[in-house]
Structure formats: structure tokens, C-alpha cells
């Protein structure tokens, strides 16, 4: 029973516009979420994250959102470039203890120039 | 620079052999974790170690192995008794594990082995 769900296995944009991944989740006690990058053959790197006390958060072309209520959150990109092509892992942790991470089945990007 | 190193990139394995995936970090953290990703899943923590010495199963830990000797490594063994071992294994580490995940304490990855049985 995944706890973390990428329903979008792949994802098609157009460089300069906007992409959107999704990432839902089941456990209530989740309060920290991130997104991982990973490109072929490399190890995943953190790109951003946001608490559960906040709804938004904002690092140059990325921006999180999430909504608890929902148990959604997602992913902008704006704009998309070339570059950005890669596959989004969502995940999602619960505070001490344990403080493992667990996450979805990834969504792959494709941005076309 | 500071990091991780997995080795070997590839590996090839025939059935019944047991294979140990090398994971070195210079980052000085605490925290090592081993998890696996299969096509279409998210990554399976397979073992993690939060202090020399002592390790911790994960949610896949049937049919692997792990040591922890030393601070900077914590190898892997995918043994015969794991059905399905064919995945790509990426090793993690963190600096503090008791300390909550948040932006300035994340999972810092290697760049990961692929496995491969033949």
C-alpha cells in the first residue's frame, strides 16, 4: 500500500512553459515534504521542500504547494527549460522518531525546446 | 569535495552468488541508508544505520545484508536468498538522524549501482 502517490508516470511540456507534477499522499502524520531530481544513471538531489505548517514554498523557478486537507501537494516549474528534463521523486517523513522518508513512484519530465 | 561513492557502477550476478554493493561517504554524517528502486516505484529503504555499529531494517530488508564498521562505509550484500535482486541500489546518508528532515538536514544520495542477474 504506497503512502506516497505520483500518479503521472511521465509528464510533456514545451520549454517556457509552465509544469505542474503532482504527488498525493495517505498518511495524515506526514509533516514534512520534499522533491528529489534525478537524472539517469545519478543518485537523486534535493531540489525543495516544505513543512506542514505552511501552504507554499518558493525557491527561484520551483514553487511547492501543499494542501493538507487534500493530502496533495505539487510541484511548479516556471518556466520550464531543456535542463529540467528529469524524473521528480516526491517524499514525505514524520517527525522523530524514525524520521524516514518515504516516496513516490516518480514522475518523468520532458521538456521540449 | 565531499560525497558518496558507490561501487561498482555495474554489476552483473548469477543466480545463487551473493554480491556486496560498496557505499563510502566523506561527509562526515551519522546517518547511512540503503534504499532500492525498481521501474515505476519509488525508492524501498532497504536498511539504515543511525550509529556505528548498529543498523535498523527497513521495509525490504529480506535477502540483504549490511555492516557497519566504520563511520564512512556501510556495504551492502544482496544474497541468494533475495528472489528478485535485478534494481538499482542508491546508498544515502544524513548528518544528524535525530534530527527532524528539513531543508538543511536532507538525504544526500549517491549516484547509485545497478544490479543486474543473469
Known amino acids: 500500500d504506497q503512502q506516497v502517490k505520483q500518479n503521472s508516470p511521465s509528464l510533456s511540456v514545451q520549454e517556457g512553459r509552465i509544469s505542474i507534477l503532482n504527488c498525493d499522499y495517505t498518511n495524515s502524520m506526514f509533516d514534512y515534504f520534499l522533491w528529489y531530481k534525478k537524472y539517469p544513471a545519478e543518485g537523486p538531489t534535493f531540489l525543495i521542500s516544505?513543512?506542514?505548517?505552511?501552504d507554499k514554498n518558493e525557491d527561484g523557478r520551483f514553487t511547492v504547494f501543499l494542501n493538507k486537507s487534500a493530502k496533495h501537494l505539487s510541484l511548479h516549474i516556471v518556466p520550464s527549460q531543456p535542463g529540467d528534463s528529469a524524473v521528480y521523486f516526491c517524499?514525505?517523513?514524520?517527525?522523530?522518531?524514525?524520521?524516514?522518508?518515504?516516496f513516490g513512484g516518480g514522475t518523468r519530465l520532458m521538456v521540449k525546446p | 569535495d565531499g560525497g558518496i561513492t558507490q561501487s561498482p557502477k555495474y554489476l552483473f550476478r548469477k543466480e545463487g552468488q551473493n554480491v556486496t554493493l560498496s557505499c563510502e561517504q566523506n561527509l562526515n554524517h551519522d546517518a547511512m541508508y540503503w534504499y532500492r528502486q525498481d521501474p515505476g516505484q519509488g525508492l524501498r529503504l532497504i536498511y539504515y544505520s543511525q550509529i556505528v555499529n548498529d543498523f535498523q531494517k527497513g521495509d525490504i530488508a529480506e535477502g540483504y545484508s549490511v555492516s557497519r564498521e566504520k563511520k564512512e562505509s556501510f556495504p551492502l550484500t544482496v544474497t541468494s536468498a533475495q528472489k528478485n535482486p535485478t534494481a538499482f541500489y542508491l546508498c544515502?546518508?544524513?548528518?544528524?538522524?535525530?534530527?527532524?528532515?528539513?531543508?538543511?538536514?536532507?538525504?544526500?544520495f549517491g549516484a547509485g549501482s545497478r544490479l543486474t542477474v543473469l
Open positions: 516544505i513543512s506542514s505548517i505552511k
Open positions: 544515502a546518508s544524513k548528518k544528524d538522524p535525530l534530527v527532524p528532515i528539513s531543508g538543511a538536514n536532507v538525504l544526500t
Open positions: 517524499a514525505a517523513s514524520v517527525s522523530p522518531p524514525g524520521n524516514m522518508l518515504t
